[in-house]
Each structure stands twice: as structure tokens, then as C-alpha cells.
């Protein structure tokens, strides 16, 4: 028992202790409240799988709530993209709401804050309004129309639903405590005008409630236990327990605010708002760019929901704000795909290899092993032929005893295939190498059991057969940012970090077993990383992201600076 309250995090410690003191295990009951203004990124799904896991763990039902109160910036494509992240994580909700479905409800309430005398109709600016609201160390004044009474404060905001004033002239404030320390106490605005057509209501409302009055009621409509947000909101508690106290019944179970740190990722942004840049500044193809931290962009980079969610349960719950090094998300992606990810061969920066020594006209197909991770993966036949196409990288002239791949008078194995020599090379009038002349070993084939295929030698490359090879578009994405922390400079802008570098794109050279591939898709090009098929491929002209290296790359070059 010690050692399963060891692994509890203090989230769930709790609700443990609540179901110790007055909850039962039916009064359990979470959310997730994605604002539709914008497309989830990793740091929404910590929070998801906190949400829905807690709701696994207690066999609770969680609830998919859009805090949709701001027509301005909110639209149904963003609703549907949400609905589609938290289905592709493995995750489904019990009800799906909107706080839209409370605003009549929200209203009648606001009708009862003004006849109780505990809000009012204000008419000042809202540079006016913020002037006297004062500062941290100083209390506010109260506005001059704070004693408005009962009656005209409730034809005003009446006559604010009806669409009798324009935005700006009139809000809604609850009346707490301007001299309050908690500058969010100052008499919050709960209403304003706002003429705009909503993406559920359409124009049926002409006034939209705020964020704060809304939150907490409908968790309190809902009958939400535990209101889980992050620690920017631990200043607004104070804000969500005042509403609440001026509403909740006898009988009713009251929602309990608890906050836990946001995890910010290196390498990126989660700013919705800085994200939205990004795509219109077109810096990205899109929100779902490969680039883009957010879960579709994930997704189509050829991410696995289980290396998101192990990533999610690897950072755990905290108390504080920190920064995770993308490397760890990159790692959690290696880890799966290498269990998942069939192996393939493709060659992104050819080199010709002409084995002289081999019939021409020839070919023979070779067994290769999937996925040597998995028992069950099987095998595949691919071709072998006298042209062949290698990595550039994989041959020079002339090299010291480290380097173990082709050189002239050097031994090389080809994957699944036979050891072969460099004998000679070809130049152009650069003086760049653009064939290599080898000779084979014929008994030495991978597999065949005789004493020269059980030969040792240090390298081994993949390659491709020119003659049944295809091209396909290979993108390679790499991080969107240079400088771990983009916007963490007081005296630079994020944008001044975007890496230049950050998609290359080049013609591929793959073996014939991948013309069949569809979109999402994912293998491992051996010795080049893990690659998918990109959304934009077509059965003639496939596309391939690359979504991570075999290795971390970064590590090196960030040694090095």
C-alpha cells in the first residue's frame, strides 16, 4: 500500500483525500475545457491525459466541455479539430458540452447577482475602468456608477441582451471588494457587449459572458468534482469560490479548484497566439503543419498517440512551471516507432555503385527482415541488381581507420545483401565523385549459411537498386526554433529564432515495397530515422516526412555551443 501512494501524484492525493473525508466515488465527475479558439498543442494534452486518465483510474466520467464565449476569435473548425486530437490520443468523453448551452442559465443567474445587490451595470471605458482598478500595492476607487440601483442596473443589462447598446458602452461587474490584494476581486467585468455571431447561437445573444463567470458555473451546472487548470489560474480561485458562493444549493455538490504547473517544451511556442503567427505570417504551411507543436501537426509529422501519452505520464504532474527538453518527446517517439516501425531502405543523397564483377541484366530478390523488435513482423523480398544507389556520405577516397563505411580497397556489407569492394571511382570535371566501381563476393550473401557470408566486416550500408527504385518527395523536418527557449527574451522576438533550416526537401530514391504506402504510414528509412507518409501524397507522387532521427542530433551541436 506504501508503495501505491508513492506513485500517486498530489492531484490524485486529493481526490483520495476527499474520498476519505465527504466524496463518494460517484461524485466523481471531470472536464476538459478547450477554448475553440485555436488547435491543441502538447501542453493541452498533459492536460488531457491528466483529465481522462484520472477518469480511467476512477472509472469516472469525464466530460468534453468548449468554453466557447468569445465569437470573436472561436469557429467550428476549431471544435471539430479538438474533438478529432482527443479521439486520436485514445481518449473519449463522457458528455460533450458547450458553455453556450448555459448562457440563458448564466443570464437568469446575472439577473439574480444585480437583484441581490451584488452586481452592476457599469458605463465607463475600459481604460477607465482599468485606471481605477489601481494597482497591486495601491486599492482601487470604486466606479461612479457601482450604487446604481436594483431597478435601473436591470433594465440596463436587459436593454445590453436586447442589442440596444454597441460594444464598449456597458458591462456587467460583480460587486466584491475594489480595496481587495487579489486585483481580480476588484469588481471583475462578468458581461460585455459584444455584437458578433457565435458559431452555435448565431446572433440570437448580443451579450457574451466572461471567462471567469463562466468557468465555474457551468463545472457547478455540470456537477464537475475537480476543475483541474494550470497555475496561471491559482489567482482566480479566489474569483471561482466568490461566484460560487453566491449560488450553490443544499444537496449540490460544490466543484473544487486545483491547480498544476504548465509544462513548456524547448525548441517551441504554445502560445495560441504565437502559434497563430506562424501561420499567418507563413512561416508554416498551417496549424497542422509538421513543424507545429500541436497535435495535428504531431500527428501528421508521424507522431503515435502512445508516445504522446507515455510522454504526458513521463513529465508527470508538478507544482511548478519548468521547461522539458523536446529531446525527451523525441525520444519517447524513437522508443515506439522502433517497436512499430517496419525497416525499409531509401537512399535521399545517391551515389552510383556499379558492381562490375555482377552479370548485367541481373537481379535477384533478397529476404529482409521487417522489424527485427517484432517476432511477428515477418519478412520482404527486395531487389537486388548490378547498379545501385548509396549515400553519398557512406563513401570516400581515402579515410582513417574510423571510418568504417566504403573507401577505395575497402570492405563494405550491403543490408541483407553481399560484401562488396571499392575498386575505383569516376569524377566530373569538378572533381566530384559520381560513380564508385566495386566488385562482390557472390558467396557472401547475408544469410546463405557459407563461411564468406559469415565473413566479419565493420560497415554496412543500406542501398537501393537503380532500376527498381522510385522517387518520392522526402521532406525533412527538423526543430522549428533554434534557441531553446524562443520566447523567453526580453530584448528579442520569437520570430528572430525560427531556424532557416527547419524543412529541406529532396528527391528520394525508395525500394519498390513502399509504392503501396498510404497516408500515416510510418517506417523506419534504416540508418536515416523514422519516416511517414505525408497527407498530401498521392498514389502517383508519395510524400514522406521525416519525423525524427535515429539519434538526437541537437545534443551534439548544442554540446558544441
Known amino acids: 500500500m506504501a508503495e501505491e501512494e508513492k506513485s500517486l501524484n498530489f492531484i490524485e492525493h486529493i481526490i483520495e483525500d476527499d474520498l476519505k473525508a465527504n466524496y463518494s466515488k460517484d461524485d466523481l465527475r471531470f472536464r476538459f475545457p478547450p477554448e475553440p479558439n485555436g488547435y491543441l498543442h502538447i501542453g493541452h494534452a498533459s492536460s488531457i491525459c491528466l483529465n481522462f486518465g484520472l477518469g480511467l483510474r476512477y472509472d469516472a466520467p469525464v466530460n468534453l466541455r468548449f468554453d466557447d464565449t468569445n465569437p470573436a476569435k472561436e469557429e467550428k473548425e476549431y471544435v471539430d479539430a479538438i474533438k478529432e486530437d482527443i479521439k486520436w490520443l485514445g481518449f473519449d468523453w463522457d ?29 465607463q471605458t475600459s481604460d477607465e475602468i482599468a485606471a481605477q ?51 481580480l476581486m476588484r469588481d471583475p467585468v462578468m458581461y460585455r457587449v459584444l455584437h458578433k455571431a457565435h458559431h452555435r447561437t448565431n446572433t440570437d445573444w448580443c451579450i457574451y459572458p466572461m471567462y471567469d463567470w463562466t468557468h465555474g ?18 489567482p482566480h480561485r479566489e474569483l471561482y469560490d466568490w461566484f460560487l458562493d453566491q449560488l450553490v444549493s443544499k444537496g449540490k455538490l460544490r466543484p473544487k479548484q486545483r491547480e ?46 502512445e508516445s504522446i501519452r507515455n510522454f504526458a505520464d513521463t513529465i508527470g504532474i508538478a507544482k511548478r512551471d519548468n521547461v522539458v527538453d523536446v529531446s525527451l ?54 531487389p ?109 522576438d520569437f520570430m528572430d529564432f525560427v531556424n532557416p533550416d527547419s524543412l529541406e526537401k529532396v528527391t528520394g530514391y525508395l525500394e519498390p515495397s513502399l509504392k503501396n504506402a498510404k497516408p500515416g504510414d510510418r517506417f523506419q528509412f534504416q540508418r536515416l530515422g523514422y519516416f511517414n507518409v505525408d497527407l498530401d501524397s498521392t498514389s502517383e507522387n508519395l510524400v514522406f516526412n521525416r519525423t525524427v532521427t535515429l539519434r538526437d542530433t541537437w545534443a551534439k551541436i548544442e554540446q558544441k555551443s
Request: hydrophobic letters at 30%; aromatic letters at 10%; charged letters at 35%.
Open 95 to 123: 458528455s460533450e458540452r458547450y458553455a453556450s448551452d448555459y448562457f440563458q442559465e448564466l443570464y437568469d443567474w446575472a439577473v439574480e447577482l444585480i437583484k441581490s445587490g451584488m452586481a452592476y451595470v457599469d458605463s
Open 133 to 183: 482598478k489601481g494597482t497591486p500595492t495601491e486599492p482601487g476607487e470604486n466606479s461612479p456608477y457601482r450604487n446604481r440601483s436594483v431597478e435601473e442596473n436591470l433594465k440596463l443589462f436587459e436593454d445590453m441582451k436586447n442589442g440596444k447598446y454597441g460594444e464598449g458602452e456597458h458591462v456587467l461587474r460583480a460587486k466584491i471588494d475594489m480595496a481587495s490584494p487579489n486585483m
Open 260 to 305: 498544476f504547473a504548465r509544462r513548456n517544451l524547448s525548441h517551441t511556442v504554445v502560445s495560441k497566439r504565437k502559434l497563430l503567427q506562424l501561420v499567418e505570417g507563413n512561416v508554416v504551411s498551417g496549424w497542422d503543419d509538421p513543424r507545429m507543436p500541436t497535435i495535428s501537426g504531431l500527428r501528421r509529422r508521424g507522431y503515435t498517440p
Open 217 to 234: 458555473e457551468s463545472d457547478y451546472i455540470e456537477q464537475v468534482s475537480h476543475s483541474l487548470c494550470t497555475l496561471e489560474f491559482l
Open 384 to 492: 537486388f541488381s548490378r547498379e545501385l544507389y548509396i549515400e553519398k556520405e557512406d563513401f570516400r577516397e581515402q579515410a582513417n581507420r574510423k571510418f568504417f563505411r566504403l573507401k577505395l580497397g575497402g570492405e563494405v556489407r550491403l543490408k541483407n545483401g553481399y560484401i562488396i569492394k571499392a575498386e575505383s571511382c569516376t569524377k566530373d570535371e569538378d572533381g566530384n565523385v559520381i560513380e564508385v566501381q566495386c566488385t562482390y563476393d557472390p558467396k557472401s550473401k547475408s544469410g546463405s549459411g557459407t563461411e564468406e557470408s559469415l565473413r566479419k566486416v565493420k560497415g554496412t550500408l543500406h542501398w537501393v537498386s537503380i532500376s527498381h527504385a522510385f522517387e518520392a518527395e522526402v521532406r525533412l523536418y527538423d526543430r522549428l526554433f533554434t534557441d531553446a527557449t524562443p520566447d523567453g527574451h526580453k530584448d528579442k
Open 329 to 382: 518527446l523525441e525520444f519517447h517517439v524513437r522508443e515506439h516507432l522502433n517497436k512499430i516501425a517496419p525497416r525499409v531502405m531509401a537512399v535521399l543523397n545517391p551515389l552510383k555503385i556499379v558492381i562490375t564483377n555482377y552479370e548485367e541484366g541481373k537481379e535477384e530478390w533478397l529476404e529482409a527482415e521487417n522489424n527485427p523488435e517484432d517476432e511477428k513482423a515477418g519478412t520482404r523480398k527486395v
